[in-house]
């Protein structure tokens, strides 16, 4: 396994990450985040290139291939067997970089880019890092989909400390760079009777 700088990246590229991968699949799983995807981007106009940051297997991308399917995609993700599963399902027609979204540089821009359920697990000193990466990469929108909370907070996650902080990311984001404009924002119920998802806050910003 690679050398990195905090325990949360090595967290998510070992077994952890590997069992994850195992648990986020499936015809259910895949019907909410088209669901999902489908109001955000009822909201936007003209997107033919997407990256994603913390893809996972790539669920997320599938689900945006049904949305838009001419649209060019990339996903950055730190865990190898999920990189593999987002290889063999997309049969390499997804682009994929098998790497730490701290060592990630974006080498050209894309009309979308985002993160669902990710900025969560990441080292809180490296968020500014990662909202850097974020915009560097977007061309027109930024979609973030975290845990929110109005002041940054740290909770146990599945039995281990120091995984899991919710905070103000759209805020933060917003305050770093004055040019972003808030698009479009909404909550995501864990109860939902057709479309359940995480208790997921999403914004929309745009360029």
């Known amino acids: 396994m690679a050398d990195y700088n905090t325990d949360q990246e ?3 590229a070992g077994g952890f990450g590997d069992d994850y991968a195992s648990r986020n699949m499936g015809e259910e799983f895949l019907a909410n985040q ?13 997107i033919t290139s997407i990256i994603e940051y913390g893809a996972n297997i790539g669920e997320n991308l599938r689900a945006l291939s049904t ?17 593999d599963e987002i290889k063999k399902w997309s049969k390499s027609k997804i682009e994929v970089f098998n790497q730490s979204i701290l060592e990630f540089s974006p080498k050209k821009k ?15 000193e490296k968020l500014d890092q990662v909202y850097d990466i974020l915009y560097q990469s977007s061309k027109k929108y930024i979609c973030i989909g975290e845990y929110y909370n109005p002041s940054p907070v740290g909770i146990d996650y599945r039995g281990h400390k120091n995984r899991l ?12 760079y004055k040019d972003l404009k808030l698009t479009d924002y909404g ?19 745009q360029k």
């Open 34 to 46: 088209v669901a999902y995807f489908a109001n955000i981007i009822s909201k936007t106009s003209e």
């Open 10 to 12: 090595e967290f998510w």
């Open 165 to 176: 902080f919710k905070r103000d990311f759209c805020g933060e984001i917003m305050k770093k």
């Open 110 to 124: 894309y009309d979308l880019a985002f993160v669902k359920g990710v900025l969560i697990h990441i080292n809180p």
């Open 67 to 83: 949305l838009l399917p001419k649209a060019k995609q990339a996903a950055v993700e730190i865990n190898k067997t999920a990189c």
């Open 187 to 205: 909550f995501c119920y864990h109860n939902d009777p057709i479309f359940p998802q995480d208790d997921i806050t999403w914004f929309l910003l």
